[in-house]
């Protein structure tokens, strides 16, 4: 670190000064150093030791100064219009300097500057000397290389040349306020440190992405926000600026969640330990909600749910309220079923109930009613239907439902309302509004049959799978009219499990006919032929009887048997003859399988 030290001179060389490159040092002349041998310093006073009595005693805060005039007058404007405007004879009176920046640290530092004793200039300290020397006016009029000139260069050349520094001297600023804010130390802070992050971002600094987040965490909000607004105005990325976000929220932002949340409900107190004051949770997270990009991606879900906790908590303004609830429903589909659980207080001096109406209501119910809304509008704009989207937000709904229904204080016109605020289709199940309504009526036992009846309408048994409707079938908490239903829904689902099984063995058959279509093609020409050679069959056996006629009447006459013997060996040569007696034994093996043995033994019996 750069040190700007004021060292003595020689009188030899009192008009000149000396630059030291190699230690960084500038050499100021001494000129009153004869009248400061040493000084004194006690817990509340601080004193020059030498031998001229000091004539001047100055108070800043619980420290006095005993000082010499003359060192003061002639470097410092301020104790000069002290001496111009009182008589030299009050000059011995105390002088207040209650409202010296940087206070008597930084008066004493000044003091060695005017008796040349050597002081060091660093990021520490050089905005409080700046504004100290601005307020008691020691200006190059007075004396050249004044305090003035030297502290605004090294915060020129050496702290705006490097952004840790620039932030060192921003949170130094953060007690010197009005002072260096009137100076532009402020600004130009900012202005060093967004244009180097801008810079800067894009690289990798020892193997770490996003180095600055840290040591922007660390700074107020009011910095904060202007070196964000800073990178925006630089064309930032919006993912960038929002992890930024992201990061200095977690820092002085509060966790709590689940059952981590502090919230004394049951005894009417809260209890927040190490927590800032109200009033700076509150701005900070306005301040935080005015700087989020517009885009969708620049921010998670969870930081946005968290954020809006934290305006309900802190009583934020209506109109922000209403921008973190839009913001959230675009993005509702990544939510999770802890984030949304927003408790139905604020904090303040004691707790306090949102709605005076319904008292203890652990949760607050509207808001997610309200967020919900805006994602049914988005996506109603976008023109999607049945998409991942709503699926995602039905399952985070019921589940939401679930958690909130244990409340034995929440009324059944909110739950009811909230169970119903998506469309039909949005669900392809209900088991998990089932199990939501069941919880409630678990809770809620006083509950009206009337009341019970309205609340089961939203659920459709039809869309109940069997094990919930077998439960459901069984469940006493339910109104009769929905265990009938609930039956019905379950024996209409078993019948189409069974017909989807017959449809099933149906079409495993119809597989099989068109494996045997080509065999019974095959089967149908054997038939045709088989046809074909019964007709022949039986004109051979007509032929055959008139040839059997034939012999007896011949064997009667006992004549020559020469013609009818020649032609019965004709017949037998005959190819049609063979046919014959292959089709008939063919055809009485397959009709008459009893009678074939007979009908050939008659005709070789006959034929021989």
Same mark, same amino acid.
């Given at each position: 670190m750069m040190k700007l030290s004021v060292q003595p001179q020689s009188p030899a060389s009192d008009s000149d000064e000396i630059y030291q490159a190699d230690d960084q040092r500038i050499a100021i002349p001494a000129r009153f150093n004869a009248t400061a041998d040493s000084f004194e310093k006690n817990e509340h006073s601080w004193k020059i030791m030498s031998q001229v009595p000091t004539d001047l005693s100055i108070q800043v805060q619980d420290v006095t100064f005993y000082v010499h005039k003359y060192p003061l007058i002639s470097r410092c404007g301020y104790f000069s219009r002290v001496e111009f405007q009182f008589p030299k004879s009050? %000059? +011995?009176?105390?002088?207040? %300097?209650? +409202?010296?920046?940087?206070?008597?640290?930084?008066?004493?530092?000044? %003091?060695?500057?005017? &008796?040349?004793?050597?002081?060091? %200039?660093?990021?520490?300290?050089? *905005?409080?000397?700046?504004?100290?020397?601005? &307020?008691?006016?020691?200006?190059?009029?007075?004396?050249?290389?004044?305090?003035?000139?030297?502290?605004? *260069?090294?915060?020129?050349?050496?702290?705006?040349? @490097?952004?840790?520094?620039?932030?060192?001297?921003?949170?130094?600023?953060?007690?010197?306020?009005?002072? *260096?804010? +009137?100076?532009?130390?402020?600004?130009?802070?900012?202005?060093?440190?967004?244009?180097?992050?801008?810079?800067?971002? @894009?690289?990798?600094? +020892?193997?770490?992405?996003?180095?600055w987040f840290e040591e922007m965490s660390t700074l107020r909000i009011d910095n904060f926000t202007r070196i964000v607004t800073g990178l925006r105005a630089k064309g930032s990325k919006p993912e960038i600026i929002g992890s930024c976000i992201v990061h200095y929220g977690e820092r002085w932002l509060p966790e709590r969640r689940g059952n981590e949340l502090q919230w004394n409900i049951t005894g009417g107190a809260i209890r927040e330990e190490d927590s800032r004051p109200i009033r700076e949770q509150r701005i900070i997270v306005e301040s935080l909600v005015s700087l989020l990009p517009s885009e969708k991606e620049a921010v998670s879900c969870k930081f946005l749910l968290k954020m809006l906790k934290m305006a309900i908590l802190y009583s934020a303004s209506p109109a922000l309220v209403a921008e973190l609830e839009k913001r959230t429903g675009l993005v509702l589909e990544t939510a999770d079923v802890n984030d949304l659980l927003i408790p139905s207080y604020t904090a303040g001096n004691k707790i306090k109930l949102i709605s005076s109406t319904e008292e203890n209501i652990m949760h607050n119910v509207d808001v997610v009613q309200r967020i919900l809304e805006y994602f049914l509008l988005y996506e109603q704009q976008q023109q999607q239907q049945l998409l991942p989207g709503p699926l995602a937000v039905s399952k985070l709904l019921d589940n939401y439902l679930a958690e909130i229904a244990k409340d034995p204080n929440l009324p059944v016109t909110k739950f009811q309302f909230l169970a119903q605020s998506l469309p039909e289709n949005a669900r392809k199940s209900d088991d998990g509004l089932y199990r939501a309504i069941d919880t409630y009526l678990k809770t809620h036992p006083s509950l009206s049959d009337h009341d019970r009846r309205r609340l089961c309408k939203v659920m459709n048994c039809g869309k109940l799978s069997v094990d919930a409707c077998a439960h459901a079938a069984q469940n006493d908490r339910l109104p009769l009219r929905t265990m009938i239903q609930v039956l019905y829904a379950e024996q209409m689902k078993i019948r189409a499990t069974v017909q989807g099984k017959s449809q099933t063995e149906i079409a495993d058959n119809s597989d099989q006919e068109s494996s045997w279509l080509s065999t019974n093609k095959e089967v149908k020409a054997l038939k045709l032929e088989l046809e074909k050679v019964k007709s022949q069959m039986a004109e051979m056996q007509r032929d055959h009887s008139d040839l059997q006629q034939e012999r007896q009447k011949q064997n009667i006459k006992q004549g020559n048997s020469s013609g009818w013997t020649i032609r019965w060996q004709r017949i037998r040569k005959s190819a049609l003859f063979n046919l014959k007696t292959d089709g008939e034994e063919t055809d009485e093996v397959n009709k008459r399988p009893n009678n074939s043995g007979k009908g050939s033994f008659r005709r070789r019996q006959t034929l021989s």
């Amino acid at each position: 670190m750069m040190k700007l030290s004021v060292q003595p001179q020689s009188p030899a060389s009192d008009s000149d000064e000396i630059y030291q490159a190699d230690d960084q040092r500038i050499a100021i002349p001494a000129r009153f150093n004869a009248t400061a041998d040493s000084f004194e310093k006690n817990e509340h006073s601080w004193k020059i030791m030498s031998q001229v009595p000091t004539d001047l005693s100055i108070q800043v805060q619980d420290v006095t100064f005993y000082v010499h005039k003359y060192p003061l007058i002639s470097r410092c404007g301020y104790f000069s219009r002290v001496e111009f405007q009182f008589p030299k004879s009050n %000059l +011995n009176c105390d002088i207040e %300097l209650d +409202n010296l920046p940087g206070g008597p640290e930084t008066f004493e530092t000044i %003091l060695k500057f005017c &008796y040349d004793i050597p002081i060091s %200039l660093k990021v520490n300290n050089v *905005a409080a000397l700046r504004c100290a020397s601005e &307020y008691l006016e020691m200006t190059e009029a007075l004396e050249d290389g004044n305090l003035i000139s030297k502290t605004e *260069a090294f915060f020129t050349f050496v702290v705006l040349s @490097s952004w840790r520094d620039s932030i060192t001297v921003l949170k130094s600023c953060e007690s010197l306020s009005p002072w *260096a804010e +009137n100076l532009q130390i402020v600004r130009r802070c900012c202005d060093s440190i967004s244009w180097k992050i801008s810079q800067e971002a @894009s690289e990798v600094i +020892n193997g770490e992405k996003n180095w600055w987040f840290e040591e922007m965490s660390t700074l107020r909000i009011d910095n904060f926000t202007r070196i964000v607004t800073g990178l925006r105005a630089k064309g930032s990325k919006p993912e960038i600026i929002g992890s930024c976000i992201v990061h200095y929220g977690e820092r002085w932002l509060p966790e709590r969640r689940g059952n981590e949340l502090q919230w004394n409900i049951t005894g009417g107190a809260i209890r927040e330990e190490d927590s800032r004051p109200i009033r700076e949770q509150r701005i900070i997270v306005e301040s935080l909600v005015s700087l989020l990009p517009s885009e969708k991606e620049a921010v998670s879900c969870k930081f946005l749910l968290k954020m809006l906790k934290m305006a309900i908590l802190y009583s934020a303004s209506p109109a922000l309220v209403a921008e973190l609830e839009k913001r959230t429903g675009l993005v509702l589909e990544t939510a999770d079923v802890n984030d949304l659980l927003i408790p139905s207080y604020t904090a303040g001096n004691k707790i306090k109930l949102i709605s005076s109406t319904e008292e203890n209501i652990m949760h607050n119910v509207d808001v997610v009613q309200r967020i919900l809304e805006y994602f049914l509008l988005y996506e109603q704009q976008q023109q999607q239907q049945l998409l991942p989207g709503p699926l995602a937000v039905s399952k985070l709904l019921d589940n939401y439902l679930a958690e909130i229904a244990k409340d034995p204080n929440l009324p059944v016109t909110k739950f009811q309302f909230l169970a119903q605020s998506l469309p039909e289709n949005a669900r392809k199940s209900d088991d998990g509004l089932y199990r939501a309504i069941d919880t409630y009526l678990k809770t809620h036992p006083s509950l009206s049959d009337h009341d019970r009846r309205r609340l089961c309408k939203v659920m459709n048994c039809g869309k109940l799978s069997v094990d919930a409707c077998a439960h459901a079938a069984q469940n006493d908490r339910l109104p009769l009219r929905t265990m009938i239903q609930v039956l019905y829904a379950e024996q209409m689902k078993i019948r189409a499990t069974v017909q989807g099984k017959s449809q099933t063995e149906i079409a495993d058959n119809s597989d099989q006919e068109s494996s045997w279509l080509s065999t019974n093609k095959e089967v149908k020409a054997l038939k045709l032929e088989l046809e074909k050679v019964k007709s022949q069959m039986a004109e051979m056996q007509r032929d055959h009887s008139d040839l059997q006629q034939e012999r007896q009447k011949q064997n009667i006459k006992q004549g020559n048997s020469s013609g009818w013997t020649i032609r019965w060996q004709r017949i037998r040569k005959s190819a049609l003859f063979n046919l014959k007696t292959d089709g008939e034994e063919t055809d009485e093996v397959n009709k008459r399988p009893n009678n074939s043995g007979k009908g050939s033994f008659r005709r070789r019996q006959t034929l021989s």
